[in-house]
């Protein structure tokens, strides 16, 4: 997988960033849903914090490359092929007390934090409360609500800002030739680097956009639900993206019909929204894009996939009904 680090370092919003990182105290918790941006944005951390050059982190010092190359012998990491479990913390513990070999500071890395077992994170709580004056503990956290309180309260909480779309663009890592695909995909991503992975990656991804903007074009009878109900159910497992592309899709329109065209993000399909913006109602894509809100939550704990995919199809398709 890629390391975004030293692109990160370019950017000035995570100059500034890390500037306020600098005075913090022994144990933060970064959070964000991008795990490859809490990647780059930790190693960049201990950078400024061990980096001897004047301007820092100068990403080209040996203590720089090694920050960046994952072989520095004070910093540690964990959480990263598997949660941390009771084990892990054992280990912290026990490394924590050990001073560093070559660093001013000795660091742990958690990653997936809030993946940690309940009993890993009350076995850290001690050492993140009396730390030896070497240790800095970095918990990186992509859903704050699965750290335990105890955990958090003895932490520097700091929210990470995320990538715009023409960053997230110009950041991600592609070969010549790839760029459609890139700009492709950052329009689905909400500024995650992790997402942009993950859906340039996914073979299936284009093929359930264009089956989404069929179904916006093509669904005009109770005889089309069955049809595109089974085309969804191909990609059972990818239900959630189905879902965001659709919803993506009609804010797009919405967002045409209110004379709002800066807002729209599926810019490659701009001419074939410009044309539902003009059949479409207002009221019903608004009463739409709610209903497909709806169905997300239900999925969580709804067994019965395929109804509920014929249900939300069959909504849709009374809603146009009822706001004409
Ligand atoms: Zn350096």
Same mark, same amino acid.
């Given at each position: 997988m890629s390391n975004y680090t030293f692109k990160i370092s370019g950017l000035s919003k995570y100059k500034g960033f890390l500037q306020s990182l600098q005075?913090?105290?022994?144990a933060v918790i970064l959070f964000s849903k991008d795990k490859l941006l809490l990647d780059a944005i930790s190693s960049l951390y201990v950078m400024m914090q061990e980096?001897?050059?004047?301007?820092?982190?100068?990403?080209?010092c040996d203590t720089c490359q090694k920050i960046i190359d994952k072989n520095a012998l004070d910093v540690e990491y964990f959480g990263e092929d598997k949660n941390i479990m009771v084990d892990d913390s054992e280990a912290i513990v026990s490394s924590s007390f050990v001073v560093p070999y070559e660093f001013k500071n000795k660091y742990f890395i958690l990653?997936?934090?809030?993946?940690?077992t309940v009993q890993a994170q009350n076995k850290l709580l001690k050492v993140i409360e009396e730390?030896?004056?070497?240790d800095k503990f970095i918990l990186l956290v992509? /859903? $704050?609500?699965?750290?335990l309180p105890t955990i958090k309260s003895r932490c520097q909480i700091y929210n990470v800002p995320k990538l715009s779309i023409e960053e997230l663009k110009n950041v991600f890592d592609f070969e010549v030739g790839q760029g459609k695909r890139v700009s492709f995909g950052a329009q689905f991503a909400n500024g995650s680097l992790t997402a942009l992975n993950n859906i340039f990656f996914d073979e299936q991804f284009e093929e359930i956009y264009s089956l989404c903007v069929k179904i916006l074009t093509?669904?005009?009878?109770?005889?089309?639900v069955l049809e595109y109900s089974s085309l969804i159910l191909k990609h059972k497992d990818k239900l959630n993206v189905v879902l965001e592309i659709l919803c993506l899709l009609y804010r797009d329109i919405l967002a045409i019909k209110q004379g709002k065209? /800066? $807002?729209?993000?599926n810019t490659e399909q701009l001419n074939v929204l410009m044309v539902l913006a003009n059949t479409e109602n207002s009221l019903a894509l608004v009463n739409i894009i709610k209903e497909i809100e709806s169905v997300k939550q239900k999925l969580k704990y709804n067994a019965n996939i395929s109804g509920v995919i014929d249900n939300l199809l069959l909504r849709i398709l009374e809603i146009k009904y009822i706001c004409k």
């Open positions: 005075n913090s105290n022994h980096c001897d050059n004047e301007y820092k982190p100068c990403m080209f990653k997936n934090f809030d993946e940690a730390p030896q004056k070497f992509n /859903n $704050l609500d699965a750290v093509n669904l005009k009878t109770s005889r089309d065209q /800066n $807002l729209v993000q």
